[in-house]
């Protein structure tokens, strides 16, 4: 049978990870301000803890786990969901091992051992360290708690949605545009609007795994590159993500490397935000007119990782 993710599954992760999740806040900002000829509200998930959305559908998979192996849990990550599952190791009093690129910023490393994970770095991608962190779990049966494709960790990354219904009111916009690295968060907010909000794809040019999948028809494998390979770096969509995206996501484009950075710069410049490249991916697409809103169209724009170097923002 084909495994999805419902809203009742979405309303139930809600109820239970609300005490271990922050509610991040909502922003106005005039198009003016951001080359956009309408008005955003961003939704600022660089405020969860850990310092990205990861930690919802990580608490969601470790809490739906049941009765956790003594070896603990076990993850690969380019670093934020290394990171988040380091924090819900952390805060449940379990251990974790996680399996990084070698390719994966200092910055995200450090972030997952400050929270007191081991932290193996592997030569290559993000896939080369799932693969790595695959054999090890076969040996040391640890709960394996992948990045995106699980439905648990799914429904966990859609509360941010709900969430977001909730602060802006159930007609207080039409369209949110998300970034996309293995389909996960993407699948999460698709997942609880269905066909009620337009739901916007952002991947970079040079990573781009769902998009490539809905050109395709299926899952395909893509080469993997540029700024924001850390946070957006997939070479294929997950299996679960892909049964909700290819029938919930209105559009996918993408942007180029250079424009992501220019996003980054804005959000330090104007708002004082230390965003990293995925983070900044979504708003890139409507700086840049890979994402052109109606007149009058309410967009949200998620802001979605805060996992970088200051001064690789703000020099």
Known sequence: MTETVTPDDIEAAYRRIGGYTRRTPVMAIAGGDVGSPVDLTLKLELLQHAGSF???????????????????????????????????????????????????????????????????????????????????????????????????????????????????????FETLIV????????????????DRRKIVSVEPETSQCLRQALLAGKPVSVEVSGVAADALGARQIGETPWNIVKEFVDLAVVVPDEEIRAAQRFLWNALRLVVEPGGAAALAAIRCGAYVPEPRERVVVVVCGANCEPDTVTA
Not at 89 to 99: D, K, P
Not at 179 to 194: E, K, N, V
């Open 54 to 172: 990861k930690p919802r559908g990580a608490f969601n998979r470790v809490l739906t786990a049941g009765l956790l192996p003594d070896s603990g849990l076990i993850a690969a990550s380019g670093g934020n969901h290394g990171a988040a599952v380091a924090y819900v190791a952390m805060t449940l009093g379990v251990s974790a091992e996680i399996f990084v690129p070698s390719t994966s910023p200092d910055i995200k490393r450090r972030n997952i051992e400050r929270f007191g994970a081991t932290v193996n770095i592997v030569e290559g991608m993000y896939d080369d360290a799932q693969r790595e962190a695959n054999l090890r779990q076969a040996c040391s049966a640890a709960l394996m708690v992948h990045p995106f494709d699980h439905p648990t960790t799914i429904a966990g990354q859609g509360t941010m949605s709900l969430e977001l219904e909730q602060q802006l009111g159930s007609d207080g």
């Open 179 to 194: 970034a996309s690295g293995g389909g996960g968060f993407t699948a999460g907010q698709a997942a609880w609007f269905r």
